[in-house]
């Protein structure tokens, strides 16, 4: 497992379940945080068909600028044919993606077991790149 601190208040856990990588991020995703959340996500989003899952249950803070590394992520690996989920359980980042218009372009799980559970080749994403 690896934790990474960032600059402003968020914090990164990386870890293995499987064949899948869950990053697990804590705290505020802002305009400081972008930056490096999105080289980190880079590095995991490199490989052909990458298997991500991003767990932003414990993120206290969100907003546009913390939406682009997800969405950077989001297009590789939808070009590496690879797989990408959300874990939210609250409202918060729903209603800044429903704001940004992003709410149709990320499969987003209540629950970190139900996203490692989803089935391969399921893509809710194709429409968008």
């Known amino acids: 497992m690896v ?12 870890r293995a379940v499987g064949g899948t990588t869950v990053v697990e991020l804590y705290g505020e995703i802002d305009i400081l945080a972008a930056p490096f959340l999105t080289a980190c996500l ?12 991003v767990d932003l249950r414990a993120v206290s803070f969100i907003d546009c600028a913390g939406l682009t590394p997800l969405c950077r992520a989001r297009n590789r690996i939808m070009r590496r044919h ?12 729903l209603r800044v993606m429903s704001g940004a218009g992003l709410s ?26």
């Open 42 to 53: 880079d590095d995991l989003t490199a490989a052909v068909h990458p298997d991500l899952v």
């Open 82 to 93: 690879g797989r990408l989920r959300l874990v939210s359980a609250g409202g918060r980042l």
């Open 104 to 129: 149709d372009f990320f499969e987003i799980h209540d629950r970190l077991p139900e996203a490692l559970a989803v089935a391969p080749g399921r893509d809710l994403c194709s429409a968008a790149s």
């Open 3 to 14: 934790e990474t601190f960032i600059r402003s208040e968020c914090r990164l856990r990386e």
